[in-house]
């Protein structure tokens, strides 16, 4: 990890956010000791991974036989 004092993080915070984007962590340090860190952000999971996810559950399901919809909307309802 990089370290940079916090003056010249006031400077370059655009190029640091842009370093960090692109995976680069970086620590913001005041007086010479760690402060902050700029990390890259978490992806958002898309659809794909959503779908993905929800077929895996749905596979794993054991079917609920003689169970009807209105049974599981009245026990819902309890």
Do not use: Y
């Not at 940079?4 to 620590?27: C, H």
């Not at 952000?41 to 596979?59: T, Y």
């Amino acid at each position: 990890m990089r370290t940079v004092g916090i003056f010249e993080a006031k400077q370059k915070l655009s190029e640091l956010v842009e370093r960090a984007s692109r995976g680069e962590r970086i620590g913001i340090t005041r007086r010479g000791k760690l402060a902050a860190e700029i990390v890259p952000a978490q992806s958002e999971v898309g659809l794909k991974e959503i779908f993905e996810g929800m077929d895996r559950i749905r596979k794993r399901a054991k079917p609920l036989r003689g169970v009807t919809v209105k049974d599981l909307i009245e026990e819902g309802r309890r």
